[in-house]
């Protein structure tokens, strides 16, 4: 079955640094690819999703990357915010399995 | 729609007692997922059911969990009897279509606690 790896687990950026969660995966058949941002105590949300025939997609200060040759993905986040502080969550999904796969989640934390 | 609604929103039982958690979808959507979040495992899909059906059950732990869908409005995740290393927290969510196609909405959760 599919395998989602995501790094870094945690990450502390700067308020208005940069912050780039990467994910890698393994069926080459994947191709759907939602990234989830869980506040404290909260329910996943999608943030951007991207599918496997585009190379990027941004929203605002949001951009996802794909590369489907070297299958990974990447989340990049810019001019960070406090309130940018959560836990992201990639996913691949495979028509194989037909099912959603998560990566096991970046706590991020943005300090002021 | 006021999005996938779940309850309890808590629970704490005593290990070997029955739990039943229930999840109603958003209206519409064809696609109902059960999935459990622990520190250990992460994010872990145990079931989902496509238009009541249950279609992939391939993650439910063991024997002691069964969910059923009787109608499209309703679903149910049972633990029988419950185990201290059942305790995480259970989401149910939702999409009109699959894949690609469909966004998973999720519900707020519910925490279960097995002492």
């Known amino acids: 079955g599919e395998n989602v790896e995501q790094h870094p687990s945690t990450l502390s950026v700067q308020e208005g640094d940069s912050a780039v969660i990467k994910c890698t995966y393994s069926d080459s058949a994947s191709n759907y690819f939602p990234w989830y941002k869980q506040e404290l105590g909260k329910r996943p949300q999608l943030i951007i999703d991207i599918r496997s025939n585009v190379g990027e997609k941004k929203d605002q200060r949001i951009a996802v990357t794909l590369n489907k040759t070297a299958k990974h993905f990447s989340l990049h986040i810019t001019e960070t915010q406090p309130e940018d502080s959560a836990v992201y969550f990639c996913?691949?999904?495979?028509?194989?399995?037909?099912?959603?796969?998560f990566g096991g989640g970046t706590r991020v934390l943005v300090k002021p | 729609d006021a999005g996938v609604i779940q309850s309890p929103r808590h629970e704490v039982t005593e290990m070997g007692q029955e739990v039943t958690l229930r999840c109603k979808p958003i209206s519409g959507h064809d696609y109902l997922f059960w999935y459990r979040q622990t520190m250990m495992r992460g994010l872990e899909l145990l079931i989902y059911f496509n238009n009541n059906v249950p279609i992939d059950d391939s993650g439910m732990p063991e024997d002691r969990f069964s969910a059923k869908m009787p109608n499209a409005s309703f679903s149910t995740l049972k633990i029988q009897p419950s185990e201290p290393r059942d305790s995480a927290v259970y989401f149910c969510?939702?999409?009109?279509?699959?894949?690609?196609?469909?966004?998973?909405?999720f519900g707020a959760g519910t925490r279960l606690s097995v002492l």
């Open positions: 969510a939702s999409s009109l279509r699959t894949g690609g196609k469909g966004i998973q909405y």
């Open positions: 996913a691949a999904w495979t028509t194989a399995g037909n099912k959603l796969t």
